[in-house]
């Protein structure tokens, strides 16, 4: 296929301007692909989906999404309301990441913009496993 880069027999999978996706499954499952090479994870940022929107010269959209924003788990670091009395932390970071799909005419996904460049963290998480994790906890 022409949408991914091969190199030392491994297949890496690539989000471009102006990719179409047929369906939203195609485009969960590119994603996730994506997200899984690179070691990284995108949220549902600000979206419409075309039920909401309750379009009346859209009859029976094939897609589930009007706009879809796709952002980094790391960004949109909001302002703290807190009173800093107990001590609170968060995964934000401000990353800039995101990919924007737009849904033409109900019938298909279009990528409008994307920022691939991770900011204010490591592109590549480390993920722990279930028995790190409880290997941490109890000190073993």
């Known amino acids: 296929m022409d949408d991914k880069v091969e190199e030392n027999n491994i297949t890496e999978p690539v989000l471009k301007l102006k990719q179409v996706f047929r369906t939203h499954n195609e485009l969960l ?30 009859k029976d959209p094939v897609i589930t999404y009007h706009r879809l924003i796709k952002k980094c788990k790391y960004g949109d670091q909001r302002k703290s309301e807190a009173s800093g009395k107990r001590s609170g932390r968060t995964l934000k970071r401000n990353c800039e990441s995101f990919i924007k799909f737009e849904g033409k005419g109900g019938r298909f996904y279009v990528v409008t913009e994307l920022n691939l460049e991770h900011t204010n963290h490591e592109g590549r998480f480390k993920t722990r496993t279930r028995r790190s994790y409880i290997l941490a906890w109890f000190k073993l």
């Open 29 to 58: 499952e590119s994603l996730a692909a994506y997200e899984a090479y690179h070691k990284q994870k995108f949220v549902t940022g600000r979206s419409q989906t075309y039920e909401k929107l309750n379009l009346k010269s859209i």
